[in-house]
């Protein structure tokens, strides 16, 4: 399933900007490695505490730990993408007072593509709204073809993009990433298909 083609990019242009402010800080610590960007992090207690719970707690959701096969299964990843969405959301709650470091760009980078993900997934569900009315449901197989084919094919890159943050989370937490099968592993290569590639002006604008 990895060789699928990105059936959409992801577009982080303004998350890179901010970034790149993180690289003019120069700040020494934990080397952190983005789509487009690079920059270093040195997190407090609070940070590490944080950063520690979401690897921890990430790494148990469902949609990082197994393949889909069919209906039910891309219900499910859905299901578990939306648990990811709040935990994401309250840990940058707890982060509100450290918004401007690399820990809370980070989860934001992960809350962003799933935002992105969910609005591809819904104009899907709308384009095949008529075709699949004259499919006879199934519990686990509804979906056409065509459309099961590119919501597996957005799956995979996000779980690509999603594991490969919480890899640079790992990096703040100090800790390395629990109970993820090595299958269900990525290299901490990006996936640079899958974005849209950032003016290089990005950081100019406002």
Known sequence: MRDLPPPFRFDIGKLVQTGRRLVEHRVTGVSINLPFVSFSVSP???ERGVAREV???LADRRVLNAFECCDNCIDQALSSLQEI???LVDKQVELAGHSDGGLYL???LQNEAIR???SFEQSL?????????T???HPDFYRAPETKQSYFAALEMLRGHLYRCLEQVAKVADIEIPKIS???RYDEAWQLSAYVEPALDTRDEV
């Open 116 to 118: 992105q993900f969910l």
């Open 55 to 57: 690897v921890i707690r």
């Open 85 to 87: 969405r709040r935990l």
């Open 106 to 108: 980070l989860l934001e």
């Open 135 to 137: 499919i006879p449901h």
């Open 125 to 133: 569900r709308s384009e095949s709204a008529g075709a699949t009315s």
């Open 44 to 46: 407090d207690d609070v």
């Open 182 to 184: 090595q299958h269900m």
